[in-house]
């Protein structure tokens, strides 16, 4: 029996502002998809948590015993500069400020973004299409919106018609937003808008003479509005109805409201089961973004190299600092609570490593089921990352209780602690052990530990002993090697 069959795991939905039960479209798979970044950038650590927030979902899924098939997407092309379809194409601008090819600027980002991910060890997607690589789909799907009489072309572009939507569905069903408040607040910039309605957004957008980056349409030469990619991309591969949605919180208007009126009109069904939406990371009292230069990379971190760290933090210790909190909570981010976060990291790796030293009992004073059961609790509930951390540490509080012989373990709760810690700790929170010495430094540490007793021995004129530390060390290919600053080896 799998584990999602004995657990009851709840998601917060953003569509029903609720906590529901989880529930999958085909029974033990799962099909989720998430926006992934405009590439015309290094990746900042906002964007990194929230990737990490999702990657989190993702491994405890996995650990669940469900077939997860993970969608994320790169943005290549259609992101503008704001998101009332004005202004220059993101990656565009780019390629013309550092006049190399749009391509080449992808290129860059993307290897960045794939780089940092995997220092922080978030496991990669299962499929990770572009939207310059979906070009087809995506004018397939105008095709059918424009013959349904939900979208206009003017001048070759296409808009959605979300007055004309609105009449018959909420345009605003998953922000809240009421389509007459907007009206009313809405200015026109200056009057040249060849949109219909200010709150119309682009299916697709003529390439102006200039544009780099265009395909050929049955509107002219253009290129695709940035929403439709995630539409084409989510239902190509995950089917017309699929179970999870995630992104920041910041796409939840207009880009997934969006989503959700352009598939009503092609698909006439809501695409997603549970959309789930990450909080964001403050620094200096304010959204990390890298439009307002507030922000940090995830490299400057790793290298100390910024003015507000007093040191470097571990890939690691970042990773836990992001858990210790919920994903739908507002981070905060300071030097001290990095401090924090590391000491937490270290406390906990120490523990884990001194497991070897609890000796097992015939009987157990500790309750392990209980722990573990509270342990998948606090995951089940909305995948609360920050109450099973806590959980983690009532377990270093078992660890030193258990070496102090102030509690006693049977041989079988051992192994389903041991088991136990190790799945929450490096499957599903996907920490690594920094404090793990690998073999060879363990190996070097006794050979230095020999040549230390062989000069005892040579200090007491115990020869015999000394020639019997070298031989043997000899007969396993270790050479010791006498010299004027002392002993050196070298293995064969
Ligand atoms: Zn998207």
Redesign the pocket.
């Known amino acids: 029996m799998e584990l999602y069959e004995t657990n009851q795991l709840k998601i917060y939905n953003s569509l029903s502002k609720s906590k529901e039960i989880f529930k999958p479209v085909v029974e033990g798979n799962v099909g989720m ?1 998430v ?2 970044p405009t590439v015309y950038s290094n990746v900042h650590l906002g964007n990194v948590r929230t990737f990490m927030s999702f990657d989190l979902v993702f491994r405890y899924l996995k650990q669940l015993g469900y077939k997860v098939r993970y969608v994320r ?1 790169i ?1 290549d092309a259609g992101h503008l500069e704001n998101d009332a379809d004005e202004g220059e194409d993101r990656i565009a601008k780019k390629a013309r400020l550092e006049k190399i090819e749009p391509m080449e600027v992808v290129q860059r980002y993307t290897v960045d973004f794939h780089e940092t991910l995997q220092k922080i060890n978030n496991l990669p997607p299962s499929i990770e299409p572009t939207a310059t690589g979906h070009i087809v789909e995506q004018i397939e799907i105008i095709k059918d919106i424009l013959q349904k009489g939900m979208a206009y072309e003017i001048n070759g572009s296409v808009y959605f018609d979300v007055l004309k939507y609105n009449e018959t569905e909420h345009y605003g069903i998953l922000s809240g937003r009421n389509i007459e408040d907007s009206i009313h607040n809405t200015r026109e910039l200056d009057g040249q808008s060849e949109k219909k309605n200010p709150q119309d957004f682009a299916l697709w957008k003529r390439a102006e003479e200039k544009h780099i980056m265009r395909w050929p349409s049955p509107w002219g030469e253009g290129f695709p509005g ?2 439709l ?2 539409t084409a991309m989510s239902t190509k591969y995950l089917g017309e109805i699929f179970d999870i949605h995630g ?1 920041g919180m910041d ?1 939840k208007f207009p ?2 409201e969006c ?1 959700i009126a352009q598939s009503k009109v092609k698909n006439k069904v809501n695409p997603v089961n549970y959309w789930m939406h990450a909080n964001m990371l403050i620094l200096n009292g304010q959204k990390m973004a890298k439009s307002t230069g507030n922000y940090i990379l995830p490299n400057e971190i790793f290298t100390g190299e910024n003015n507000i760290l007093s040191k470097a933090f571990s890939p690691s210790a970042t990773r836990f600092f992001m858990m210790q909190a919920h994903y739908r909570s507002v981070l905060d981010f300071s030097n001290d609570a990095l401090e924090a976060a590391e000491k937490g990291y270290i406390k906990l790796m120490e523990a884990l490593n001194k497991l070897d030293n609890i000796e097992v009992g015939k009987v157990s004073s500790v309750n392990i089921g209980d722990w573990k059961q509270r342990c998948y609790e606090a995951m089940n509930d909305d995948f609360n990352s920050s109450v099973l951390i806590a959980n983690l540490f009532e377990g270093v509080k078992y660890i030193n209780l258990l070496i102090e012989k102030k509690e006693t373990i049977s041989a079988a709760d051992f192994k389903e602690f041991q088991n136990t810690l190790n799945t929450f700790v490096f499957d599903v929170l996907g920490l690594k052990n920094d404090l793990e010495q690998n073999a060879s430094e363990k190996l070097n540490g006794l050979v230095e530990m020999l040549i230390k007793m062989r000069k005892e021995a040579r200090d007491n004129r115990d020869w015999a002993l000394s020639d019997k530390i070298r031989d043997e060390l000899a007969v396993l290919g270790i050479q010791l090697k006498d010299g004027k600053e002392g002993t050196t080896f070298s293995i064969n």
């Open positions: 998809y926006c992934g997407n943005t940035w929403h990619e995630c992104g796409l880009h997934h989503e």
